[in-house]
């Protein structure tokens, strides 16, 4: 069997992959110290973007132009970049064992890589997890779930959803996930969509899919949109605002089933509700869960991820984990917790690499700090939040749809603290702003006054 040994190595090609990168070689890796092994066949790149300007019918995203380090106002690494520093980059290349005791992975087509630093990038891939929940507790979504080869990617086909094979079923995750729903966009001119899910891919499809005047009907189980940040009165707004630009939201229901046409392509989705809806094309976005099945029983795992300390080190001897799959002490909030967000993944990539690089010179660095950051965009809106959202919430600004303008936010308030905020259609000074109070967090005399002096407030701090 071919072998390959590098001193370090990265298992995934995404969002940290492509920063640790930048990172070794700002501290100076040698040429063919390190690879990176990656199951798509694209070097890292700014994943944020196959929600947005991917799908967009103008000032279309594609690559290169996307490559990290774009995202966060860096330079691009292009696929020479990385041949030019003597890094490798071992593309379309899955790796189904890791054996943490003998340090070596093993690829689907049988190539071995030995390493002497492991950096475990391997992200998140789709959830489906609340689709089979809503089926019967002792269903055989259960026995899948359990027999099912641990590398494997979950999908709807594999728990006997009706119609789940269904061709123009989309989840997004990749490129090559994106490419797919393209070419459905262009075949499906002006057809109509299904999503379902009201969370992040949720919102930012159905926005893309009417830039693309396809006809949307949104779908998801709980009251609002984005209930794991977005306050009962913040999901108003873009509630209101996705209506108004002719998209159809139905909630308290979820998809069970999907009927297809005679070419096999999905015709219908079926809700729990007992109502079903038209479609050419459905993009389910359910959640994601992190890839961490290759290392259960060698790490220590925390909250679904796997456990780091403040520097991405995991319970394994040089064995480092980052982006989605770290579960890591955040010091704000003197607790574990795992981010599926782009800026965490970039940030803590670095901090490994550093970590790693100064132990080897015999120096120290200091632990991550991280201030949670969270940020969408769509249609002409542009929301950031920072911080916690935990606790008594006060909302202000300017929400009226009718308006001309969208500037209003939220505050989180808890123990007499602002500890989170939110904020629509912010100016790069006002965005600074909402982040220095939420890291800074500042006492308050009372909710009114909060209320009352609105994004004032954080301007002051
Ligand atoms: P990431 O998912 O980027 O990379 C993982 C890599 O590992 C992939 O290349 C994968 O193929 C590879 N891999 C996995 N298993 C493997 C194996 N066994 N063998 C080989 N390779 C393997 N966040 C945000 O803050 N703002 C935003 O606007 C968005 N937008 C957004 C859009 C879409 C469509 C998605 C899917 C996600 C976002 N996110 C986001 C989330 C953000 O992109 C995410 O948190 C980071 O990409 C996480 O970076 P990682 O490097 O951890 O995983
Ligand atoms: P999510 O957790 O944001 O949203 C999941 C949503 O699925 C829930 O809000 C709920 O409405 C819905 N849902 C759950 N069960 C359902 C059911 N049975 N039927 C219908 N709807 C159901 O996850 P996502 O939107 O799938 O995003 C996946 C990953 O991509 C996450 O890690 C997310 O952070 C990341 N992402 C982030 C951004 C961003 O930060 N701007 C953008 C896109 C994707």
Redesign the pocket.
Known sequence: MAEKSFKYVI???????GYAAREFAKQGVKPGELAI????AVAPYE??A???AYLFPEGTARLPGFHVCVGSGGERLLPEWYKEKGIELILS????RADIASKTLLSATGLIFKYQILVI????TVSITSLTSIRSKHCLCCFFLRTLPL?QVLRLTDFGVEGADAKNIFY???IDDADKLVEAIKAKKNGKAVVVGGG??GL?LSAALKINNIDVSMVYPEPWCMPRLFTADIAAFYEGYYANKGIKIIKGTVAVGFTTNADGEVKEVKLKDGRTLEADIVVVGVGGRP?IS?FKGQVAENKGGIETDDFFKTSADDVYA????ATFPMKLYREMRRV????H?RKSAEQAVKTIMATEGGKTVTGYDYLPY???RAFDLSWQFYGDNVGDTVLFGDNDLASATHKFGTYWIKDGKVVGVFLESGTPEENKAIAKVARVQPSVESLDVLKNEGLSFASKI
């Open positions: 298992l995934g090609g995404g969002v940290s992959a092994i990656s199951k798509e994943r944020p196959l929600s947005k290349t899955e790796i189904v990038a391997t992200g998140s590398f997004l995750r990749e992040y891919i930012e890839l290759l980052v982006g989605d799959v599926e967000h782009v800026d993944a969270f940020y969408s």
